[in-house]
């Protein structure tokens, strides 16, 4: 049967506990996934699937409800600042949302949540990755991406959908392929008056119901407003992006407890403004906040995508550091550190932020385990991608390129800085981001 129209808030509550039931009690449950960097395209996306689907599901569903899980323990997203400032516009709070928290610890997964039991829609990503990666990828039966095709979900998804295109949010495509089925479920609940309980006549059953539609039209805005820089972005604005933000504009001012308020330009400064704020993170938060990984011919890489320059991740390394430790011995062993949790040969950082002058610039940092196959990647990188992304090489004071001390000397650690490699460049193509450079990278390996 399916979700009865209700707010988005009531529906992430019967979510979690549908899938607890559906853990303890041995049920089909179908989830809806987003990927491991978690940002708020992987979770209004995954979001916004779930929710129009439980609402009317089609007749050959594997189950009528769809399970929106976000990527990430709920303790990080609260290093996701801007999460906080939307949920407030869509009335619900961390507490609300369904996370790997809420699946059987990965340890013993697969015996309680048999993978025969489920079937798994990605949205933002069209390979299931990691750990769960290695246990339900052969249970992914359904997409909807706007990255490269990595060709590892099956080209018949039927009942559900198999996007994938280019697009600046995949949350303008997830509203491509249900815009029809989201105005057929509000049309009929104005109709039915499914919103009757929350007002004393059918006017109120109305208000409530584009209340709702404003919402969840919130949420999903924030995600193309974000990934466009506003439709402002040049190379990732597609028509998906534009039919969208039109689209859910109408629905959150056919509210009228949203109309007279309601300030586009307002609000994408407000979500812009929040998802930059990061100065109260420390430096290994700031690297997990935005961050993918991958093993690509048995080498396991990660990129951390940040918002702010290297001059600001070095002074945090010195301020997280618990000694008295040089910006570089700082900065190089947060990094060492960082890549050992993770069990990383490779990682990179890519920087993109407004610099003093108003520019948009980004940076790339690269960091490598010294062994033959991880150094000669990162070459292979350099110089097959360097010309497409206009990589210049870049000084960083304070880290060193190959170990060592700020002028070159030895250290007390140089044994194992000897053991890293490390690049840095400006990259004068702004217009690339993670979305292009990870598959150079992986490329390269």
């Not at 059987?104 to 069209?126: Q, Y």
């Not at 170990?403 to 030895?410: Q, V």
Request: hydrophobic letters at 40%; a negative charge.
């Amino acid at each position: 049967m399916a979700f009865p129209p209700n707010s988005l808030r009531a529906f992430l509550s019967y979510a979690k506990k549908g899938l607890l039931t559906a853990i303890q009690q041995s049920q089909k449950v179908t989830i809806v996934i987003g990927n491991e960097s978690a940002d708020l395209d992987s979770l209004t996306s995954s979001l916004l699937y779930a929710y129009l689907r439980s609402l009317n599901p089609p007749q050959k569903a594997f189950t009528p409800l769809y399970i929106p899980i976000l990527n990430i323990p709920e303790a990080d997203v609260r290093i996701r600042p801007e999460f906080a400032a939307l949920f407030q516009h869509a009335n619900i709070s961390a507490s609300h949302l369904v996370t790997l928290d809420d699946l059987p610890p990965f340890g013993r997964i697969e015996h309680v949540l048999n993978p025969a039991s489920t079937r798994w829609i990605l949205v933002d990503h069209n390979k299931l990755q990691g750990a769960l990666g290695s246990i339900y990828s052969g249970r992914v039966l359904g997409l909807i991406d706007h990255h490269g095709e990595e060709n590892a979900v099956p080209q018949d998804t039927n009942p559900e959908p198999r996007v994938v295109e280019k697009c600046g949010s995949c949350t303008s495509l997830v509203i491509r392929t249900f815009k029809t089925t989201w105005d057929a479920i509000s049309t009929s609940s104005l109709s039915s008056g499914a919103a009757h309980a929350q007002g004393d006549s059918l006017v109120d059953d109305g208000m409530v119901r584009k209340s709702w539609d404003a919402q969840i039209a919130k949420l999903a805005l924030a995600s193309v407003l974000i990934d466009t820089a506003d439709l402002a972005a040049e190379g990732k604005v597609e028509a998906a992006d534009r039919e969208a933000v039109q689209y859910l504009n109408a629905k959150i001012q056919s509210s009228p407890r949203d109309a007279r308020t309601w300030d586009r330009k307002q609000f994408y400064q407000e979500i812009n403004d929040a998802k930059t704020n990061i100065d109260g993170l420390e430096l290994d938060e700031i690297l997990r906040k935005d961050y993918k990984e991958w093993t690509q011919n048995g080498t396991k890489l990660g990129i951390s995508s940040v918002v702010k320059p290297f001059e600001f991740l070095k002074a945090k390394a010195q301020q997280s550091s618990s000694s008295q430790q040089t910006m570089t011995d700082a900065f190089n062993q947060a990094i060492d550190s960082f890549m050992r949790s993770k069990s990383l040969s490779i990682f990179a950082i890519m920087t993109a932020f407004i610099s003093p002058d108003q520019t948009f610039r980004r940076e790339l940092f690269i960091q490598a385990t010294n062994n033959a196959s991880s150094a000669a990647a990162v070459s292979r990188f350099s110089k097959s991608a360097g010309e497409e992304l206009e990589l210049e090489d870049m000084h960083v004071h304070g880290v060193s390129s190959n170990g060592g001390g700020d002028d070159g000397s030895s250290s007390a650690d140089d044994e194992e800085e000897s053991k890293m490699t490390r690049k840095a460049w400006v990259q004068k193509n702004v217009a690339k981001s993670r979305k292009q450079v990870a598959p150079l990278l992986r490329a390269a390996v």
